[in-house]
């Protein structure tokens, strides 16, 4: 679960770059789109996973790993989306956990068609 977090605020920190570096309007707002949600997210995760099992200690500044920073977004939307596949089919988290998954997954599939645009 700590691997995805990481993945997520990852994605939002590309989305970040490309937004910064584009001079094309509507790729700006295409980025900003991308990156809507993540805070969210990531915050559910922590409070619903790390926070509800009081394993708070994992929070560190290591959390944003530069090795899942990719500027490619279908790329990492592919990544993200494998990845939460993976968490939902191994057994280990809860309906609630999974119903988060989930919705998490269908936003990917949206943010995957977007980021097919830039």
Not at 7 to 12: G, P, S, T, V, W
Not at 20 to 37: C, F, I, P, Q, V
Request: with cysteine; net charge negative.
């Amino acid at each position: 679960m700590y691997e995805l977090m990481q993945h997520l605020i990852a994605f939002k920190y590309a989305c970040k770059i490309n937004h910064w570096a584009t001079d094309n309007y509507s790729a700006h707002l295409l980025y900003d789109r991308l990156s809507e949600d993540i805070d969210d997210w990531t915050d559910r995760i922590a409070e619903c996973y790390f926070m509800a099992s009081d394993n708070k200690k994992v929070f560190n500044a290591d959390i944003l790993n530069p090795k899942y920073v990719n500027r490619n977004l279908v790329k990492s939307c592919e990544k993200i989306i494998s990845h939460l596949e993976e968490l939902q089919n191994d057994g280990e988290t809860n309906e609630g956990l999974n119903s988060l998954l989930s919705a998490i997954e269908e936003g990917f599939l949206n943010k995957l068609a977007l980021a097919k645009l830039s």
